[in-house]
C-alpha cells in the first residue's frame, strides 16, 4: 500500500491536468511523486503517471514506448506497461503500474516492495530467468523483422572492437598479473555486428517480479537505442554468476541471433576498464573499478568455454550453450 502523501503547491497544477483525464486519481488516492531530472511522475496504485518537463521534450520516446509496449504486450513469462493515455505533445502519459515487487541489487538495503535475487526460492529464479530472457529475444527478434520499427538517433556507440581497444589499454597498465592473464581471453570475442533495438536502461529498478503470477514486469523504455543484442544482456552480469548465464542461454534458445556470452563481458569489462584509467588521483574509484573488472574475470574463469557462436534459424543449429564449473 502506497502511504498517504502530503501534496505540495508545485504537485497541484499537475494533479489538477490529471484531473481532467482521471478524476479518479487526482487527489482522492494515496500516491507517492518522484521528481526527475526530465519528468515529474506520480506512483498510484494501479497507475503511473508522467509528466514530461517542458525543457525535456520527448515525445519521440513516448510514441516509441507505446508502440513497444503495443506490440509486446500480453506476452508469456513477462508484462509491460499499457499506456492508458498519451497526450499529442508526449508531456503527460498514464499507464498501469506493473504488480510484485521491483529486483534491487544485492548489496542494497532490504526495503517494502524491493526483492532480491537471492531471497527468490529456485522456482521463482527459473521463471524470472524465462521472463527476462524472453522479453529481450522478443523485443530484438521483432525489431529484427521490422514488426516494431524505429528511426533512433541514439544508439550504443561501443561495440566489440571499440570494447576490446579500451580492454587493452588496460590490460597495459594492469596491476595485477592473474587479472590481466584472465580478462586477456575477451581480445578474442567475436564481433557481435547484428543491430536491433533495446531496451539500454535494464537496472534491477526498472524489472519487477510477481511471485504470485510468476511473471516479469519491465518497465521504462525512454532510453532505448539501437545497438547489439548483447548490450542488454550486459546488465545482468552484476547478478549472481550462475543467474547471467542461465540468462544467455534461455536468450539464446529463443532469439534468432544468438550471443557469445563473452561479448555482454567485454561490454563492461571496457567500462571498467575507462572509469579505471580516467581517474589516475582517485584510489576508490579505482579500487571500484577493479572489482567490477575482478567479477568479470570470475565468470570468465568459471564458465566453460561454449562452441562458436553464430546465426541461428532454428533450435536444432543452435550453439551449445555454456555452462558454469561446479565448484
Keep these: ?64 514506448e507505446k508502440e513497444i509496449t503495443d506490440k509486446m504486450a500480453g506476452q508469456e513469462h513477462y508484462m509491460v506497461p499499457v499506456f492508458s493515455y498519451l497526450r499529442p505533445d508526449g508531456s503527460m502519459t498514464i499507464q498501469n503500474r506493473m504488480p510484485g515487487d521491483v529486483i534491487i541489487q544485492e548489496d542494497g538495503p532490504d526495503k517494502i ?30 525489431s529484427r523483422t521490422g514488426e516494431i520499427s524505429y528511426n533512433l538517433n541514439t544508439s550504443e556507440t561501443l561495440h566489440i572492437d571499440s570494447a576490446k581497444s579500451e580492454i587493452k589499454k588496460f590490460l597495459n597498465i594492469c596491476p595485477d598479473q592473474k587479472l590481466k592473464e584472465s580478462l586477456s581471453g575477451l581480445l578474442t570475442v567475436p564481433e557481435d555486428k547484428d543491430t536491433v533495438l533495446l531496451h539500454s536502461d535494464l537496472n534491477a529498478g526498472n ?26 544482456l550486459a546488465y545482468f552480469i552484476k547478478m549472481p554468476q550462475e543467474l547471467y548465464i542461465s540468462i544467455v ?38 579500487a571500484y573499478a577493479l572489482a567490477g ?35
Aim: hydrophobic share 35%.
Design 293 to 327: 573488472l575482478k567479477h568479470i574475470a570470475d565468470i570468465l574463469r568459471e564458465t566453460k568455454e561454449p562452441k562458436s557462436v553464430g546465426t541461428a534459424t532454428k533450435p536444432a543449429s543452435r550453439p551449445q550453450s555454456p555452462a558454469v564449473r561446479p565448484t
Design 249 to 286: 542461454n534461455e536468450y539464446n534458445q529463443r532469439s534468432t541471433v544468438a550471443v557469445d556470452y563473452r561479448q555482454p563481458l567485454a561490454y563492461n569489462a571496457a567500462l571498467w576498464s575507462q572509469s579505471y584509467m580516467s581517474n589516475p588521483d582517485n584510489p576508490d574509484m579505482q
Design 113 to 142: 516492495g524491493a526483492l532480491k535475487i537471492s531471497k527468490m526460492s529456485p522456482d521463482d529464479k527459473q521463471q524470472f530467468v524465462k521472463g527476462v530472457a524472453s522479453f529481450m529475444a522478443y523485443l530484438h527478434n521483432k
Design 207 to 232: 524489472i519487477f517480479y510477481d511471485s504470485n503470477k510468476k511473471s516479469v514486469g519491465i518497465i521504462d523504455f525512454g532510453l532505448a537505442a539501437q545497438g547489439p543484442a548483447s548490450a542488454d
Design 1 to 64: 500500500m502506497i502511504p498517504k502523501h502530503e501534496t505540495h503547491h508545485d504537485e497541484v497544477e499537475l494533479l489538477q491536468k490529471l484531473a481532467k483525464v482521471r478524476p479518479d486519481l487526482a487527489f482522492d488516492q494515496p500516491y507517492e511523486v518522484r521528481q526527475g531530472r526530465e519528468a515529474v511522475v506520480f506512483i498510484f496504485e494501479t497507475d503511473v503517471v508522467r509528466f514530461q518537463k517542458e525543457d525535456h521534450p520527448d515525445i519521440k520516446h513516448a510514441l516509441l
